[in-house]
C-alpha cells in the first residue's frame, strides 16, 4: 500500500471513529464472504461493518483519542461503527456470534467509554431506546393519573359532606332558631 493511500485510510478510519456513537472490534476469523456479506446487512441500519488493518487502525484510534482498543487489535480484525442505535448493533453482532461462533467480539467504546465483550453482551440485553422511552411514559402517565385523583379527592370529599348536610336538612325540616336573649329589661332604662 502507497504511503499516500495509507494516509488516506488513516484519516478515513480516523473521521468514522469521530462520527459513531460507538465501535465494537470483531475478529472474524474462518467467516466466509457470504457471512461477512449477511452480517453487514443486518447491521446496516444501525452501523457499518468494516474489515480493516491493525496497524492503520491503531493510528487511526490513536489520532481520535480512542484507547479501547489497545492491544487488541490482533489477527483478522474488524470494526462496527454505530451510528444508530447501539443497543440494536450490539443485538445484532450478538445475535450473528450466537449463530456463527467464528465471530468473536473483543470489546468496543461507547461515549468514550472502553466496553469489554461482556458489557456489550449486557447492552445487547438492554431494551431498545423506543421501548424504554414508552415504559417511561407509561410511568410518568400513572404519576400524572395519580396525582390528578390526589388533587379531585379532597374537592370530591368536600361535595359529599355538603351533600350530606343539605340530605340531613331536607329530611329534619327547617330549624327554627331560638330568640337572642338580652339583659335589657322590658321598657326599662339601662342603668
Known amino acids: 500500500m502507497a504511503k499516500a493511500d495509507k494516509a488516506a485510510a488513516i484519516a478515513e478510519l480516523t473521521e ?13 476469523r474462518g467467516l466466509t ?8 446487512s443486518s447491521l446496516r441500519e444501525h452501523a457499518t461493518y468494516v474489515v480493516v488493518k491493525n496497524t492503520l487502525t491503531m493510528r ?11 492491544g487488541q487489535l490482533q489477527g483478522p480484525s474488524a470494526i462496527a461503527f454505530v451510528t444508530g442505535e447501539p443497543v440494536e448493533a450490539a443485538k445484532g453482532l450478538r445475535d450473528f456470534a450466537k449463530a456463527n461462533p467464528l465471530l468473536v467480539i473483543k470489546g468496543g467504546v461507547l461515549d468514550g467509554n472502553t466496553l469489554t465483550a461482556a458489557d456489550i453482551d449486557k447492552l445487547a440485553a438492554l431494551e431498545s431506546r423506543e421501548t424504554l422511552l414508552a415504559k417511561f411514559a407509561g410511568a410518568m402517565n400513572a404519576s400524572l393519573s395519580g396525582a390528578a385523583a390526589l388533587f379531585q379527592a379532597p374537592l370530591s370529599q368536600t361535595a359529599r359532606v355538603v351533600e350530606a348536610l343539605r340530605a340531613k336538612t331536607e329530611q329534619e325540616g327547617p330549624a327554627t332558631a331560638p330568640a337572642p336573649e338580652t339583659d335589657v329589661a322590658e321598657g326599662g332604662d339601662e342603668s
Open 16 to 28: 468514522k471513529f469521530r462520527q459513531s456513537d460507538a465501535a465494537v472490534l470483531t475478529e472474524y
Open 33 to 40: 464472504v457470504a457471512q461477512l456479506s449477511q452480517l453487514r
Open 60 to 70: 487511526a484510534a490513536a489520532d481520535a483519542g480512542v484507547t479501547a482498543f489497545d
